[in-house]
T-cell receptor
C-alpha cells in the first residue's frame, strides 16, 4: 500500500501562469477529494469524485479551477491564470465510499504547496 | 453540515493522558464522529471514529456522551510526536466528504 501520492510536492509559479497538480489515490478507492489549506486554517473542501464523475464542487472552486479524474484513477487539479491568493497547500484524499454508513476513513496525501509570486 | 466546536489550543505534559473535547450539539442520529489529526507539514491522518459506543484503537480512545452531543478524544500517554492539530468531524451516512473546522492545536511539553 503506497498511500495517496501527490505531485509535485512544491510548485512556485508566476502570477498569471497555469499550474496542474496530480493525485494518485489508493488503487481500490472509488472516491477522491481535493482540499485547499492556507496557513493556520483547517483544510477547505474543494471538490470530490465518485469514480470518474465529479459529484460536488465547492463555491471556493472558481472558474479558473478545474479538476478531472479520467478513467476513475488518478486526478488532476488545474489552476488557470494563477493569482497570489491561490498560494496554499492543495491536498488530495481518497476513500472507499459506501452507500451506507459514515464510517469509511479518508486517506490524505502529503499535499502540493503552491506559491504564486 | 452539522458543526463541531473545539478549544483552539491545549497543552499537555509528555507521558501524561490528554483529553481533547468536542461539542456537537446539533448532531443527527446517523452522524458518525470522526477524529483526524495533522502533524506539521503533513496531510491529515485518520485517528478514530464512532457512532454511539466508546471506541479504542492503537492510537487513541473515543468517549461519546450518552446524548451524543459531545465526545472526547483520549490520548493515553502523550508523546512529542502527538503534537498536532486535532480535528473533530461529523460525517453523515448519505455522503462522506470530510469537512474540517479550525481544530485544536495540541502542544506537548517535554
Amino acid at each position: 500500500d503506497t498511500g495517496v501520492s501527490q505531485d509535485p510536492r512544491h510548485k512556485i509559479t508566476k502570477r498569471g501562469q497555469n499550474v496542474t497538480f496530480r493525485c494518485d489515490p489508493i488503487s481500490e478507492h472509488n472516491r477522491l477529494y481535493w482540499y485547499r489549506q492556507t496557513l493556520g486554517q483547517g483544510p477547505e473542501f474543494l471538490t470530490y469524485f465518485q469514480n470518474e464523475a465529479q459529484l460536488e464542487k465547492s463555491r471556493l472552486l472558481s472558474d479558473r479551477f478545474s479538476a478531472e479524474r479520467p478513467k476513475g484513477s488518478f486526478s488532476t487539479l488545474e489552476i488557470q491564470r494563477t493569482e497570489q491568493g491561490d498560494s496554499a497547500m492543495y491536498l488530495c484524499a481518497s476513500s472507499l465510499g459506501r452507500r451506507t454508513g459514515g464510517g469509511t476513513e479518508a486517506f490524505f496525501g502529503q499535499g502540493t504547496r503552491l506559491t504564486v509570486v | 453540515d452539522a458543526k463541531t466546536t473545539q478549544p483552539n489550543s491545549m497543552e499537555s505534559n509528555e507521558e501524561e493522558p490528554v483529553h481533547l473535547p468536542c461539542n456537537h450539539s446539533t448532531i443527527s442520529g446517523t452522524d458518525y464522529i470522526h477524529w483526524y489529526r495533522q502533524l506539521p507539514s503533513q496531510g491529515p491522518e485518520y485517528v478514530i471514529h464512532g457512532l454511539t459506543s466508546n471506541v479504542n484503537n492503537r492510537m487513541a480512545s473515543l468517549a461519546i456522551a450518552e446524548d451524543r452531543k459531545s465526545s472526547t478524544l483520549i490520548l493515553h500517554r502523550a508523546t512529542l510526536r502527538d503534537a498536532a492539530v486535532y480535528y473533530c468531524i461529523l460525517r453523515a451516512t448519505s455522503y462522506d466528504k470530510v469537512i474540517f473546522g479550525p481544530g485544536t492545536s495540541l502542544s506537548v511539553i517535554p
